[in-house]
Every structure is written in C-alpha cells, then in structure tokens.
C-alpha cells in the first residue's frame, strides 16, 4: 500500500514559469509534510515543510499549499531556475501519533528539469 | 549544514556474504534512521534507533539485518546474510529530536550479486 502518491514522475518547465509538484497522502494521522531535494551524488535536504496548522507555508519561491479535507499537498516552485533542476520527493510522518521517533514515508519523487 | 556521511559510497558483494554500512551522523545527534530506496521506487523506511535501541522497524527490516551505534561511533546497519533482494541504496539520516529535521547521508549503493 502507497501511503503517499506524487506525480508526475518526471516535469520539465521553461525558466522563469512556476513548477508544481503534487502529492496525496491516506494516512489521517499524518501531521508533518517535508518536501526534499536531492540533486545529483548529493543527500537529501529538507527544501521547505508545513504542519496541518496552516494551509500554506512559504519560503522565498517556494510555497506549500495544503489541503487537509483532500488530504492533497502540492509544491510550487515560482520564477524556476535552471539550478532547480533536481529531484524532489514528497513525504508525511505522524509526529503526534505516539512513538518514540518519528518516521518519514516517502512519495516516489519528481524530477525537475528546468530549461532555460 | 550539518552533514550525516556515508561509508562505502557503493559495495558490491556475493549473494550469503555479510556486509556493514557505516553512517556517521551529525555530531549531536541522538536519533537515527535507515532507509532503502530500490531503483525507480520510493525511499522507505527500514528502522529508528535512539538511546541504544531499536525503537521502530518496518517489514522491511528482515531478521537477518540489525543495527547498533557503539560507544559513540558510527551507527551501523549489518545485513547477514544478503541476498539478492537486498540490492538497493540505503540512505542513513540523524536528526536532534524526534520532531527535528532528518538530515540524509548520501547514500550507499549496495549491489548483491
């Protein structure tokens, strides 16, 4: 079972346009949304997350839109570099839901190519 | 940033051998992860450790892996034996407190053959 689905797989936009990368998610105890990227030979890094307290959270050009009814969350990347061309994977995890650490479930990733 | 290292960047070894991954986490760190990310798929998690122990482990996480950090060093994810199934990238990532920011190795490439 895919807790958390991202499309598309892969997107390619043009400089200057705004990328949106979307996720979904089943598991209502989800609490926590990070999005990562991963450039090539490089790790993961937290690029921006939001908790369901808000519906949007925003950090220069990128913003989190956040849909809790839907359980939808999607990534927009305004004004897209060339240098954003990465991959970019989606995930949730239960912060509140007990435990003592809090695991993260991955969406399968998009890669990003931004053309100039 | 902090960065969480990884060692070997790639191992290739024979179906039944038995292989280490070593993760150096961010210094003051006291939570730590694995992952595994098969080719074209999602990362998933295999298991948590803090304070000496497993605290959460996946169905993922077979009875011939297990993991252990001592005396401070590197924390380490032991597969005995492999197998063929094993083959995949297998992401470390430390993180202050439960509710921090995990911050990822890498990644080690692990090819059974």
């Known amino acids: 079972q895919q807790q958390v689905r991202q499309s598309p797989q892969s997107l390619t936009v043009w400089e200057g346009e705004t990328a949106i990368l979307n996720c979904s998610y089943e598991d209502s105890t989800f609490d926590y949304f990070p999005w990562y990227h991963q450039f090539p030979g490089e790790s993961p890094a937290l690029l921006i997350a939001i908790r369901p307290v808000s519906n949007k959270k925003e950090d220069g050009r990128f913003t989190i839109f956040f849909n809790k009814r839907e359980k939808k969350f999607s990534l927009h990347i305004a004004d897209s570099q060339p240098g954003d061309s990465a991959t970019y994977f989606c995930?949730?995890?239960?912060?509140?839901?007990?435990?003592?650490?809090?695991?993260?479930?991955f969406g399968k990733g998009t890669k990003l190519s931004v053309k100039s | 940033g902090p960065k969480v290292l990884q060692i070997p960047s790639h191992q290739i070894i024979d179906m039944g051998q038995m292989v280490t991954l070593n993760c150096d986490p961010v210094?003051?760190?006291?939570?730590f992860y694995w992952y595994k990310q098969i080719l074209g798929q999602q990362m998933e998690f295999l298991v948590n450790f803090y304070n000496g122990k497993v605290m959460e482990k996946s169905k993922l996480f077979k009875d011939q892996f297990s993991v252990e950090r001592p005396d401070g060093s590197y924390f380490t994810l032991k597969i005995q034996p492999t197998a063929l199934e094993d083959s995949a990238v297998y992401f470390c990532?430390?993180?202050?407190?439960?509710?921090?920011?995990?911050?990822f190795g890498p990644g080690t490439r692990l090819t059974v053959l």
């Open positions: 995930a949730a995890s239960a912060l509140n839901a007990g435990g003592s650490n809090a695991k993260l479930t």
């Open positions: 210094s003051n760190h006291l939570y």
């Open positions: 990532a430390s993180s202050f407190d439960r509710n921090a920011e995990q911050f």
